[in-house]
């Protein structure tokens, strides 16, 4: 198979992703609770347990992305992925499930960051900066009809879906191995004798250091972070939240699992026109710049999930829930946008990895701490607090605005910034003298 362009892959990957994504995820939750009988708590810990494995696999996979092959990391996340739902559409307990859903921590890290850094290498980033906006809005074509396929195979059986997503992915797998190119990605160079494993270490070395030498860097993991634990909340309960709380209306004669394709899929029309506004309008060039569209983005975030977990009737919970999933599409490729700008390319992968290996802490985190909340009050109660969780990133973005003028450290003085920071830590575990006060 000839090698396609790297823009005509990438959206042809978005797409299918969003496809095989979605025909899995619009009734995974229903699954979950209707199957399987799970809980408020065992689906946080359902989280918990992917984000924990996540977080532990993420950059160690960001790092072989960097050092081996961009495209043989993506094939490996998107084949491994497959595997991991065909495995859940054939489990039958909690347990199973929960195996399912570590393993897909582990493969998921393989796709994450790596896509975002092939593109990058091949196409520059000033080019690859307004395909985030249009790939998401494939994505979204794509998951639209996901969702509309998932419904009508759930009305058949509710594992059916998932299976074919997972031979969906391994699918795909094989396609990008054949139709992706890597003209743009150089392994770093080892010298004679040199273990792969140093590299490794070189590599991850070096993405600290421009996380530590990039102060917006710094922040940007942290609002990752709180991101992270708000979502989870979002993401676990929404769906138990409509089905147990308040109760989905009658549609007839139809499967009560329409409901879960009626508010997917309205959430992706209403995302894919806001993507379409931003595409037009928003300049996402410059910290600053993206983190004002970010810190309004996030702020009616917050509003909107509050919303919903305080709205005693269906409808009003309703609009909150779709208000919520256009704004997080819209969130998404801003978000990549911020991260990616000015990146060293021998790291690109390694600190998009650490971008969502923040998030994964946040959701690692959130996830137990909420699902108490929901067992000991109630799940309203939990969806409140996982909207307020996301109030400290205004915070942050104010800062990141203030200091977005900083600009991307060149890589001879993010060397100089790290000596100063090395040589400020020794400098301050010398004492001044016998009479100087404790902790100065």
């Not at 700008?341 to 701490?369: E, F």
Request: charged letters at 15%; aromatic letters at 8%.
């Amino acid at each position: 198979m000839r090698r396609l362009r790297p823009q005509t892959v990438y959206l042809l990957y978005s797409g299918a992703e969003g496809f095989a994504f979605r025909l899995m995820a619009t009734i995974f939750s229903v699954f979950l609770i209707v199957e399987l009988g799970l809980d408020p708590l065992q689906l946080l810990l359902m989280g918990t347990v992917l984000e924990g494995t996540y977080l532990l696999f993420e950059i160690p996979t960001g790092v072989v992305a960097d050092t081996v092959s961009r495209r043989l990391s993506v094939v490996i996340g998107l084949f491994g992925s497959g595997i991991t739902f065909l495995l859940l559409a054939w489990s039958g307990s909690f347990l199973w499930a929960m195996v399912s859903q570590a393993l897909w921590g582990v493969f998921a890290t393989f796709q994450s960051g790596a896509d975002i850094a092939w593109l990058t290498d091949e196409i520059g980033e000033e080019e690859a900066r307004p395909l985030y906006l249009r790939s998401e809005q494939v994505w979204q074509g794509g998951a639209l009809a996901g969702v509309i396929a998932s419904v009508i195979l759930a009305s058949v059986n509710l594992r059916l879906p998932i299976a074919l997503a997972g031979l969906g992915f391994c699918a795909l797998g094989l396609f990008m191995a054949l139709a992706m190119r890597e003209d743009g990605f150089t392994k770093p160079e080892r010298s004679e004798g040199e273990h792969r494993r140093t590299a490794f270490t070189a590599t991850l070395k070096d993405g600290v250091g421009q996380v530590r030498a990039h102060h917006v860097l710094l922040l940007i993991l942290a609002v990752a972070a709180l991101h992270g634990a708000s979502t989870e909340g979002f993401d676990r309960l929404s769906d138990y939240h409509l089905l147990r709380d308040l109760g989905l209306p009658s549609l007839g004669d139809l499967d009560p699992v329409v409901w879960f394709g009626i508010l997917d899929g309205v959430s992706m029309v209403l995302g894919i026109v806001a993507l379409s506004v931003v595409k037009r309008r928003a300049h996402l060039e410059g910290h600053a710049a993206v983190a004002k569209i970010l810190m309004g983005i996030d702020a009616l975030l917050i509003v909107s999930v509050v919303v919903f977990g305080l709205a005693g009737q269906f409808w009003m919970a309703l609009l909150a829930f779709w208000v919520v999933g256009a704004l997080r599409t819209v969130r998404d490729p801003v978000f990549t946008a911020w991260i990616n700008q000015g990146l060293d390319p021998k790291t690109r992968a390694t600190i998009n990895s650490m971008g969502s290996q923040a998030d994964a802490v946040g959701q690692a985190a959130g996830g137990p701490v909420l699902g108490l909340v929901a067992t000991k009050v109630s799940t309203p109660a939990a969806l409140v607090t996982s909207g307020l969780l996301s109030l400290p990133a205004i915070g942050l973005y104010i800062r990141a605005i203030r200091r977005g003028s900083v600009g991307t450290l060149k890589p001879e003085e993010m060397e100089s910034e790290i000596r100063i920071d090395e040589a400020d830590e020794i400098e301050a575990e010398i004492p001044e003298g016998p009479h100087a006060p404790s902790g100065a």
